[in-house]
């Protein structure tokens, strides 16, 4: 589930690039948790059953969909991997003294809570069901694998302009734009009461006339000299772009073709203006029903032709894919040999197979 602009606990990337957690199936038949309270524990550390069904429930959060036994076993043992591999992750952090400090979570504390009210934050704690010890110590886990990570693995990557010259030379075809293209943002209020928000003060619509006062207010808002980004991390119910201002990245012209109105009215904006409130269809052009409003800012236009290995631009893309991609490759190893190192039992995996060989 995700919450606006909390950390994104547990599940971060290391869900994914961790797959390769070792069952230990093989000793189901033989072996027992201490307790129907433990569902795995590493280096002897026990993971306790709540804690696993704690986060699936939030996993489950939202979801109408009501899942068999098979599927939810699925999903708490994808769960468990995570809090185990998040459990290797915390013990040799504290081994080699790069643990968050209390100074470390507190600080973090506060800077997301001045984001909220003190009534939006509780809020936000009670739609996930946790509370503010469980938030903090789901915090420290987060602060405490960026600061290993940084230390053990982005600190020693570098990419070098010879690197980046090579992968423009092999890719030069995907730096040359066939047509011209809009760097655009926008500010969605939709129609439909059922939607999540996906905004930092949790705001929704409740209607049309509700999403038409909504948007005719932001727009105002914007007219008074507030900066676009932040209306629309706050109000913006685009899950997909409001956490990042509403950045909706480069918009090829024929895709915007696809909607005549939006195109016209991008169109005539300069770089950083926006545009009047706008509806937003169920389909292509307005034969379609009306399913919210939005406000489309112009961040810039580029034309068609091919970019430059010495566009500033064109080095950055590359860096950023180059430097993506090795950290990504040199984390998931890093990761895995911290694994090969730890003693892990899956009491949860080993009570499944004894079930299912029953």
Known sequence: MFVPNFPSMRYSSIALALTGLT????V????????????????????????????????LSGNPHQLSNEEANIQRLSILRTLIEYEILQQHAAKVNLAASD??????????KARFTQEEFDAQLKARNITIDDFK????????????????????????????????????????????????????????????????????????????????????????????????????????????????????????HTDPEVYNAVNKLRPDQYTDVLPVYDGAGQGHRVVGYAIYKLIAREPAGQRELHDPRVQQTIHTLLHNNRAQLLQNAYLETLHNDAKVRNFLAEEILKQDGQ
Do not use: W
Request: charged share 25%; with cysteine; proline share 2%.
């Open 103 to 112: 100074e470390d979570v507190n600080s973090k504390l506060t800077e997301i």
């Open 137 to 256: 110590r789901d915090l420290r886990s987060q602060l405490t694998r960026t600061k290993l990570i940084n230390k053990e693995i982005e600190s020693k990557i570098n990419i070098t302009d010879s690197e980046i010259a090579t992968y423009y030379n092999a890719h030069k075809a995907e730096f040359n734009l066939i047509e011209p293209q809009y760097h655009m943002a926008q500010i969605v209020v939709t129609t439909s009461p059922a939607q999540q928000p996906g905004n930092l003060q949790n705001n929704k619509a409740s209607g049309d006339a509700d999403a038409k006062k909504k948007i005719l207010t932001l727009h105002n808002r914007l007219d008074s000299g507030e900066d676009f980004g932040g209306v629309a991390m706050n109000f913006s119910e685009d899950s997909n772009t409001a956490s990042n201002g509403g950045d909706m990245g480069f918009v090829a012209e024929s895709a915007l």
């Open 28 to 59: 189901a038949a033989c072996h027992r948790s201490p307790s129907s309270g433990v569902v795995a524990t590493v280096n002897g550390k026990e993971i306790q059953r709540a804690d696993l069904e704690r986060d699936y429930q939030t996993n």
């Open 23 to 26: 069952l230990m199936g093989g």
